[in-house]
């Protein structure tokens, strides 16, 4: 370990690290802007500015030169100053310089409190401003519902654009100009298109990039009120802190966890938690009357009429993969393990269930993010993830890095060198190999994009694990046979081989076959690695609970047989074709629904609960890493409404069931359900029990400078109410206790001392870019499995088409095939209707164009058209998750008709538009 | 045979260009077949010991910097790239274009020599947008070398094979700096990058690359062809061969020479300027370029070399002088070359960007009397926060602050004369 | 972008143009290398580079629009704005100011009308300042479309400028 001193103090260094990094670890104080942890040096911003001295007598004489922290390797032996005069002085020079042009807006600025630039102005004591001469102004874009841009206070650190070009793959938005004119913005307004262009609001140091749905619904950040959540999102189980403010979910910032999304989230899950705030939300319980409206009622009533209508009836209970552990473990328990549906559709129940078997029985590791990071060669068979898993997919952007980071490796050239790297590398990249439905958002940085009909897609999988194990593989056709090879060489050549597959192409050979390329690796000696997509945040925790043999909807439908059906939190019109869910409502007389937003399976209820969403409410979600991960209330949630696992506890005692006698707090049924699911036996570990208290005090979900607590009421009553106790966990409702040193489940926003921004996280690490101080937030449930005894196996049917029928094949959209993000404001505008994608040629033959309507079996769906080349021959294309699309069935196959007297759909307006109404986005 | 004025020795007096019949008649080409009948290594150790150093400004040694590039197994596969500089840009300079416009051939001689040097096999010569004759030029001996089989897939049936293309490039000072011209040549925007690593490891499309200016490649074949010592023995002092030399401003016959390099300054402004313009007297001058520090008239008799200009505290820069004279205000002189680079920053790091645009303001407003006293703390401290390799991301800026530095130090009293509305120069006069 | 959509924006370049642009795609490892280039045979073509010239040029290099503009912008001699027929590039550097470069533009600016950046209503000229031209020695200089014109004083000018507005 390289030993350097700093002002005359010695330090050990780890090796291979630059000096700022290495003195932000040590806790010194030394500004920067343009680095970023994740994204490495460029030396644009002349901030981490220090003294360095050849030899001794040079320090003595002061005859050193200024050289930057974050280009500067830590060799043993160097010598450095940070605190002397020089040093310090020109640090201040750079903000004095950066301020010129700013508009000194600190107090309508959206990142008033929380800006890097206020910290670092303050940090490097420049405070009189000298410069008389005018400043530069720029106009401000449009950049869409979400973001928001005001230029004039950019200070030009090119993170913007490093972030979102070089890291996240975007094309939209550039460094336009030069000298002191230089502009981040796109070349005409409109909406980013980047599926992460959200980070922004984090990477952009300043208040250009902001969060417009947090500037629509104003708060300064010590002002909210956090805790520790989990995004709901999608499987992957992004860590978040949400912030609330007047009982409304104010915005949704990154939550850092080494393993699971490091420094960034997807705009789903930074944008699409705004359905807390919905309109739709449900108030109170409410009883159906005659006239098919609610009479709402107290809770206690509702207990009652729950408790009664269950009482000694044959009770079905249907679950939800969007759920939390908890709540479905009580619904278990309640309607008892054979009459639990887990609440999967039946291809979904199959898929689901497959994906926890396969990871279960393989040799390969299910990886974390940093593993995926890793990778040198990936196959992703049947996977858009950039929509079904987006945060893997920006990992995968920088797993394909690692042949530039070879390629640097060789020439001693160190991987945070971010601009050389790349300079050196060019388009280089490791190899991706993606055969998918479809075209995919990752495509650009595929050595081969493969499109195929799923069956095919599982045929390609099992020729190249036929050839990596060297069985002789079976005649393919030519579209498959062309790629084995290329794919099969590649994997066997990789150091540290990814498989990734999922249940989104709705196949399941697909997945199988996946799993059959990485045993094949395993068996070849190769680490490999393994990850299967599920659909929903809870997904396989629900298939850890329910089991393969548990029923699906289709399953409970066609047995059903029950007076009473409970339903938690899902729609199950949104999730299973129409008629199976009339049949499934029509098995029971009376329809008891758990539900946080008003839906048609809650309109066909005679009893619905309000049930509090997941920022109001702790639980625990298994993500698709198999990670168990608990997610605390942001805040108490409002009158009647009440977690799903309250409602469900409550109603279990009031029908005085054995199995609740001895719960009393959410940890009780968390241990429980450890104690009694073998799969979930390590849920446990995901957090410290409401017990755990941090040196002796609990830890606050207000910032020390929270205002205005005893006047928030204040129009109401004179009265300070009292805070909300939390007794479920050892986060309280206020500003007082530690919020430092806890373990990295329980940090429920980060601020330093000097750091009011989000750059204080490293004060949170262990080292910069590190794990948390206090390990890492939640458990991992799977471990390496058990290698079954695998031959070859059958390859699947090849795919042929016929004459005039499709098949359909999901595809999914960011925005749109969630159900519930897409209730968010901003993220709504984004959501377009369902449509079918479909093949220029069958257009023509189908004699429609883009806008026309087609009609799916005669009238099972009719939706918009979109032309899609790319889509697999004999295949069609239809938005998954969309309106209008729960009828359809992922591989069946369907007629196409033209729809008569179709009414092309409103244009979907697009930002560029839209900014003409909305003025120049200025505010 | 003793040639001293190697690289003008095809000028004509009308500067019309050298065509190829001319160029081979006057030993052209020579230098070409005297460097493939040796080895690569031969030849860069010939370019070592003749002491060439880089003409673009800096006056690194050509053959050191050569030396770094990777030969033979040690480079990995894929091309290996020359570039020849002709983005002559800095202000006060000229000297690029002479050679270019009047001898395409002899660079493109020099150029090829060179290639084959570092085993390059693809060459760009990187020129300046308004260079549209010397482009066209350049473009016409190429296609003629391809008819010679001077260049192409088996140059004079050697198996070495070069290809050469000649770049225009679209504008922008920035593009001269060596790594900057690098991005610009990719078809990005023209920021520098940061050394390490060093375009001969990793520069053109990461691939090992060399950027020399015009004059350094025009030299190399003859060095090549006549030898190391013959190119020592040009200069008159340390620092061999000759060196373009020029002068503008205010003297009576300002123009481009090629003398032996050492000449002194007095020499070049009395005898080949032929002095001051009758009624103005020489106050200081930039001894290469608008990037240099001013010396003043106890300079004159120095040596113009890069050793004896840059410890009397200047930089011998492209050795093309631009004079300051005794009726030319010199806080208007500085003011327009920091304003010159402000405007030609690239935009990419903070002191250049946001520093240079407040140095010419402050000189804007001493210049035109809304200065005050404080202004020249504000200066002074600009200097030292700009003015340093390394406080800035390449050397644009310090550049900059080279003539505002050395005026402070060698003319306040213009500065006072501004503070107090005293200019005898501003004041009615033409500046 | 579809392929039919980026055909579409494609054929706003005319068919030399993009034989030129395919012509220097050649020399280079990179499609998107040739930008500058690309944006320079438009310009010449045109005059200068329209949105829509711009989005032809990105979609035929494979590239975004957002990036290429990151790049024209940049570059001070392609112009994102229509100029005149000919551009008037007035050096302004050390030795032309010497030699009264500013009383030059005063001269041109009273002469044309226009002030520097600005084009004349008959669109003939666009005034604009340039760096060094490298030609010191015959300060002050500056060039008319592709001419370069030497030793400027104020009659010289208008000559100049006067001569090549007659047809
Ligand atoms: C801002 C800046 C502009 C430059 N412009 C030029 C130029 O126009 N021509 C040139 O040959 N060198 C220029 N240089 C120097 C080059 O970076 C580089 O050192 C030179 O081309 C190397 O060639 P040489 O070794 O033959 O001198 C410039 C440097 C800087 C910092
Ligand atoms: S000093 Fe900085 S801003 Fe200036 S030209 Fe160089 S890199 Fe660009
Ligand atoms: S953080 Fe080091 S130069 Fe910007």
């Known amino acids: 370990m390289p030993t350097i001193r700093i002002d005359g103090v010695e330090y050990e260094m780890e090796a291979g690290k630059n000096l700022l990094e290495s003195c932000l670890s040590l806790g010194l104080d030394l500004p920067y802007f343009c680095w970023h942890p994740a994204m490495g040096s460029v030396g644009a911003c002349r901030q981490c500015a220090v003294v360095q001295y050849l030899t001794d007598e040079d320090e003595q004489s002061g005859r050193g030169r200024i050289v930057m922290g974050c280009m500067t390797p830590v060799t043993d032996g160097a010598i450095f100053s940070l605190d002397g005069d020089r040093a310090k002085g020109f640090r201040e020079s750079v903000v004095e310089s950066l301020m010129l042009n700013h508009p000194h807006d600190c107090p309508v600025c959206a990142e008033g409190g929380e800006c890097h630039l206020q910290d670092m102005t303050v940090m490097v004591g420049h405070r009189d401003r000298v410069y008389r001469g005018q400043k530069n102004t720029h106009r401000n874009q449009y950049l869409g519902p979400l973001i928001n841009h005001e230029m004039n206070r950019c200070i030009t650190c090119y993170r913007c654009t490093r972030y979102y070009k070089d890291y996240a793959g975007g094309t939209d938005l550039a460094a336009l100009a030069s000298h002191d004119h230089v502009y981040f913005g796109r070349h005409q307004e409109g909406v980013l298109e980047s599926e992460f262009a959200g980070n922004l609001v984090e990477v952009c140091p300043t208040g250009v990039f902001t969060d417009k749905t947090l500037v629509n619904d104003y708060t300064r950040k010590w002002d909210l009120q956090s805790a520790p959540s989990v995004c709901t999102g999608c499987a992957v189980g992004c860590n978040t802190v949400p912030g609330e403010r007047y009982g409304r979910l104010k915005r949704v910032h990154n939550r850092f966890n080494a393993e699971v999304n490091g420094y960034f989230l997807c705009d789903r899950g930074r944008f699409g938690a705004n359905f807390v705030n919905n309109d739709e939300r449900l108030e109170s319980p409410g009883l159906r009357n005659q006239t098919g409206s609610y009479d709402p009622v107290d809770h206690h009533h509702a207990l009652q009429v729950m408790a009664e209508a269950c009482s000694g009836a044959r009770v079905a209970g249907i679950g939800s993969p969007r759920a939390s552990v908890e709540a479905n473990y009580l619904l278990r328990n309640l309607v008892g393990e054979d009459n639990f549906s887990p609440g999967f559709n039946d291809r979904e129940h199959k898929l689901v269930n497959l994906a926890l078997e396969l990871q279960q029985a393989s040799s390969a590791v299910t990886p974390d993010i940093r593993s995926i990071e890793s990778a040198d060669v990936i196959l992703i068979l049947g996977e858009d993830l950039t929509n079904t898993a987006p945060r893997l997919a920006l990992a995968l952007r920088q797993s394909v890095r690692n042949k530039a980071f070879e390629m640097a490796a060789d020439l001693r050239l160190e991987s945070w060198q971010d601009a050389a790297v790349r300079n050196l590398a060019q388009d280089q990249l490791s190899p991706l190999f993606i055969a998918a439905t479809g075209s995919t958002r990752l495509a650009d940085v595929a050595e081969e994009n493969i499109t195929l009909a799923p069956q095919n897609i599982a045929r390609l999988g099992a020729a190249v694990a036929a050839s990596i194990s060297g069985h002789a593989g079976e005649d393919l056709e030519p579209e498959i046979a062309g790629h084995v090879e290329a794919i099969s060489t590649a994997l066997r050549a990789a150091k540290r081989p990814l498989i990734i597959s999922g249940t989104s192409c709705g196949n399941a050979e697909v997945m199988q076959t996946a799993a059959d390329v990485a045993e094949a690796l395993c068996q070849s000696g190769q680490q490999t690695m393994l990850t299967l997509t599920v659909p929903e945040a809870n997904s396989l925790g629900q298939a850890m609970l329910a089991g393969p043999d548990s029923p699906s909807l289709g399953k409970l439908a066609a047995d059903g047989n029950f007076d009473v059906l409970v339903i938690l939190e899902n729609d199950l019109y949104h999730r299973a074709p129409e008629p199976e869910v009339e049949r499934l409502l029509a098995t029971a007389d009376t329809v008891i629904v758990l539900d946080g937003l008003d839906n048609r399976t809650t309109s066909a209820a005679s009893l619905v609960l309000p049930a509090a969403s997941f920022a109001e409410t702790e639980g625990t979600l298994v993500s698709l890493e198999g990670r168990a991960q608990r997610h605390y209330p942001v805040f108490a949630p409002k009158g009647e409404r009440r977690p799903a696992w309250v409602w469900l506890l409550a109603c279990s005692k009031e029908l005085g069931l054995s199995t609740a006698a001895d719960l009393h707090h959410f940890d009780d049924i968390t241990r429980d359900c450890a104690a009694n699911i073998a799969d979930l036996a390590g849920i446990t570990g995901a957090a410290p029990d409401h017990h755990f208290r941090n040196a002796g005090v609990k830890i606050p979900r207000q910032p020390h400078r929270y205002s205005g607590r005893t006047a928030m009421r204040a129009d109401i009553s004179v009265h300070e109410p009292k805070q909300p106790v939390d007794e479920e966990s050892p986060l309280a409702f206020t500003m007082e206790g530690l919020n430092r040193s806890q373990p990295g489940s329980l940090l429920p926003f980060v601020w330093a001392p000097g750091w009011n921004s989000n750059q204080s996280l490293h004060r949170f690490q262990s080292e910069v870019g590190g794990p948390l101080r206090g390990g890492t937030a939640g458990m991992r449930l799977l471990g390496p499995g058990q290698a079954k005894e695998s031959g070859p196996r059958e390859n699947p049917p090849a795919f042929s088409p016929t004459q005039g029928q499709w098949q359909l094949v999901p595809r999914y959209r960011i925005f749109g095939s969630e159900e519930l993000s897409a209730l968010s404001l901003g993220v709504a505008e984004l959501c377009e209707d369902g449509y079918i994608e479909i093949r220029a040629d069958d257009a023509l033959g189908l004699e429609v164009g883009e806008g026309d309507g087609l009609n799916l079996n005669d009238g099972l769906a009719t939706l918009e058209v979109k032309i899609n080349n790319s889509i697999a021959a004999g295949c069609i294309g239809y938005a998954a998750g969309h309106s209008g699309t729960a009828n359809l069935t992922p591989g069946e196959n369907i007629s196409l008709q033209k729809a008569q007297g179709w009414k092309r759909r409103r244009p979907q307006l697009i930002g560029s538009d839209r900014s003409t109404e909305i003025g120049s986005g200025n505010d | ?431 | 972008m579809s392929e039919a959509n980026s055909m579409n924006l494609i054929s706003a370049l005319s068919q030399e143009e993009l034989q030129a642009i395919d012509a220097e795609i050649a020399h280079v490892p990179y499609r998107d290398a040739v930008a500058i280039d690309a944006l320079k045979i438009v310009q010449a073509h045109r005059g200068w580079v329209s949105d829509e010239s711009l989005s032809a040029i990105a979609a035929h290099l494979h590239m975004s629009a957002d990036e290429l503009d990151g790049i024209a912008t940049f570059y001070n001699l392609i112009y994102r704005r229509p100029v005149g027929d000919k551009v008037i590039l007035l050096c302004n550097s050390i030795s032309c100011w010497i030699k009264g470069c500013d009383n030059l533009q005063q001269r041109i600016t009273e002469e044309l009308g226009v002030e520097l950046g600005e084009t004349t209503s008959d669109n003939r000229y666009t005034l604009l300042p340039v760096t060094c031209l490298g030609a010191c020695d015959k300060a002050p200089v500056m060039m008319v479309g592709d001419e370069l014109h030497e030793d400027l004083c104020e009659e010289s000018i208008i000559r100049i400028l006067g001569g090549s507005t007659t047809p």
Request: hydrophobic share 35%; with cysteine; glycine share 12%.
């Open chain 2, 1 to 431: 045979m003793s040639l001293t004025t190697p690289l003008t020795r095809n000028v004509r007096d009308d500067r019309r260009p050298t065509d190829m019949a001319a160029y081979e008649a006057n030993g052209g080409y020579q230098g070409l077949r005297a460097a493939l009948a040796q080895s690569p290594e031969d030849c860069l150790q010939v370019l070592k010991d003749s002491n060439l150093r880089g003409r673009g400004g800096a006056g690194f040694p050509t053959g050191m910097k050569w030396s770094f590039v990777p030969m033979g197994d040690k480079c990995s596969p894929g091309h290996k790239y020359l570039i020849c500089n002709a983005d002559e840009m800095e202000p006060g300079t000229f000297k690029d274009r002479l050679l270019l416009e009047c001898d395409p051939h002899q660079l493109i001689e020099g150029m090829i020599v060179s290639a084959y040097t570092l085993q390059a096999d693809v060459a760009y010569i990187f020129i300046r947008a308004e260079y549209h004759q010397a482009t066209r030029l350049l473009q016409e001996a190429i296609a003629a070398c391809h008819e010679k089989g001077y260049l192409g897939q088996d140059i004079l049936g050697t198996g070495y094979q070069l290809e050469m293309h000649v770049h225009s490039s679209a504008g922008r000072y920035i593009c001269g700096e060596e790594t900057a011209l690098i991005s610009s040549l990719e078809g990005k925007r023209a920021n520098p990058r940061a050394k390490p690593p060093f375009p001969q490891v990793s520069g053109l499309w990461g691939r090992p690359t060399i950027v020399n200016n015009v004059e350094t490649l025009c030299n190399v074949h003859h060095i090549i062809e006549r030898g190391a010592e013959w190119f020592k023995s040009l200069g008159l002092t340390e620092d061999a061969g000759t060196k373009l030399y020029g002068v503008s401003g205010r003297v009576k016959n300002p123009g481009c020479w090629e003398l032996p390099m050492g000449t002194p300054v007095r020499q070049i402004i009395e005898e080949y300027a032929g002095g001051m313009e009758d009624g103005y007297n020489l106050k200081g001058f930039l001894p290469g370029g608008g990037s240099t520090d001013f010396l003043t008239e106890e300079h004159l008799d120095l040596a113009m070399d890069y050793d004896t200009i840059g410890k009397a505290g200047s930089r011998m820069g492209t050795g093309t002088m631009i004079i300051l004279d005794d009726k030319t205000c010199p806080v208007g002189f500085v003011k327009n070359l920091v304003a010159f680079f402000a405007r030609e920053s690239c935009g990419f790091c903070t002191p250049c960007r946001d520093g240079l645009p407040w140095s010419a303001q402050v000189l804007d407003d001493i210049q035109n009397g809304r200065g005050q006293e404080e202004d020249m703390d504000t200066l002074a401290r600009q200097v030292k926060f700009i003015g340093a390799i390394g406080n800035t991301h390449c050397a644009l800026a310090p550049g900059a602050m080279e003539p505002l530095q050395s005026a402070m130090k060698y003319f306040p009293e213009a500065f006072e004369n501004h503070l107090s509305g005293n200019c005898p120069h501003c004041n009615g006069g033409t500046h």
